[in-house]
């Protein structure tokens, strides 16, 4: 999964993509390098970000939606408001990347009208707050219970259980601690439930608290990603999609002979 954030205050590449066009062109590079989708987000999740209305977000994600998805590119969009999912799936996206696993009531109604597939993502908190002081009593077995609730009330609500993948949140309301347990033991955990299962550790700062102020993570983005594949994950989310993509191949051939 190629990440392609439309906002001015990513945490990674807030701002190079806020015009439309560029946003098209680097969707497109992302594809033509090997991304097996394009997760296109039009509001920042980093901690301490603002929160941006469903108007801008959908005036943000939807042209680029549509382009991408005119030019046979499989497109998420990474949101948590039913209004953004339904703007975004009539544009083409075929999946929805729900960051907050179904605060919106509404999300799981729409999925399934649309038969669309659904990422839930566990996130503690909100972005404004989320990192403050995140506590778990167990947080593997937390965030595995919160993602089976998730997905049993999307399957009630109509979703199809194949459609569903499941993402432990690596980053959202969780400290470093945390962040390593989801990593050495919840990606297995989240695995035996049934579900595939998405990692997104690509360039997130828990990198940084082990590493220091380095510019590029995409090399420890690989370690994590490798460590998760080996854990049973079958989606990676990167902002490098070619080292991701040759770090897949690589891992899928020893662990699934591939």
């Given at each position: 999964?190629?990440?392609?954030?439309?906002?001015?205050?990513?945490?990674?590449?807030?701002?190079?993509?806020?015009?439309?066009?560029?946003?098209?062109?680097?969707?497109?590079e992302?594809?033509?390098?090997?991304?097996d989708?394009?997760?296109?987000?039009?509001?920042?999740?980093?901690?301490?970000?603002?929160?941006?209305s469903?108007?801008?977000?959908?005036?943000?994600?939807?042209?680029?939606?549509?382009?991408?998805?005119?030019?046979g590119?499989?497109?998420?969009?990474?949101?948590?408001?039913?209004?953004?999912?339904?703007?975004?799936?009539?544009?083409?996206?075929?999946?929805?990347?729900?960051?907050?696993?179904l605060?919106?009531?509404?999300?799981?109604?729409?999925?399934?009208?649309?038969?669309?597939?659904?990422?839930l993502m566990?996130?503690?908190?909100?972005?404004?707050?989320?990192?403050?002081d995140?506590?778990?009593?167990?947080?593997?077995?937390?965030?595995?219970?919160a993602l089976?609730n998730?997905?049993?009330?999307?399957?009630?609500?109509g979703?199809?259980?194949?459609?569903?993948?499941?993402?432990?949140?690596?980053?959202?309301?969780?400290?470093?601690?945390h962040?390593?347990?989801?990593?050495?033991?919840?990606?297995?955990?989240?695995?035996?439930?049934?579900?595939?299962?998405?990692v997104?550790?690509?360039?997130?700062?828990?990198?940084?608290?082990?590493?220091?102020p380095i510019?590029?993570?995409?090399?420890?983005?690989?370690?994590?990603?490798?460590?998760?594949?080996?854990?049973?994950?079958?989606?990676?989310?990167?902002h490098?999609?070619?080292?991701?993509?040759?770090?897949?191949?690589?891992?899928?051939?020893?662990?699934?002979?591939?």
């Amino acid at each position: 999964m190629g990440v392609l954030n439309v906002t001015p205050d990513s945490f990674s590449d807030g701002g190079r993509f806020v015009e439309t066009d560029a946003a098209i062109a680097h969707g497109l590079e992302l594809h033509a390098t090997g991304a097996d989708l394009v997760d296109v987000g039009g509001e920042s999740t980093r901690p301490g970000a603002e929160p941006v209305s469903a108007a801008i977000e959908i005036d943000r994600v939807v042209p680029v939606v549509a382009a991408l998805a005119t030019n046979g590119v499989v497109v998420s969009v990474d949101t948590f408001k039913a209004e953004v999912a339904a703007a975004a799936l009539e544009a083409g996206a075929s999946i929805v990347n729900d960051v907050t696993a179904l605060t919106d009531p509404r999300m799981a109604p729409l999925v399934a009208e649309w038969g669309a597939g659904l990422v839930l993502m566990h996130m503690q908190g909100e972005p404004q707050t989320m990192q403050q002081d995140p506590k778990y009593d167990d947080v593997v077995q937390d965030v595995a219970l919160a993602l089976r609730n998730a997905a049993s009330a999307a399957i009630e609500a109509g979703v199809r259980r194949e459609s569903i993948c499941l993402d432990p949140g690596i980053g959202f309301g969780k400290t470093l601690a945390h962040n390593l347990d989801l990593l050495a033991l919840g990606v297995s955990r989240l695995a035996e439930l049934g579900f595939p299962v998405l990692v997104g550790a690509s360039r997130k700062s828990f990198l940084g608290e082990i590493l220091g102020p380095i510019e590029d993570r995409d090399p420890a983005s690989t370690a994590a990603h490798v460590l998760a594949i080996a854990a049973g994950a079958s989606i990676i989310r990167s902002h490098n999609v070619v080292m991701a993509l040759r770090t897949a191949r690589v891992a899928d051939a020893i662990v699934r002979g591939l």
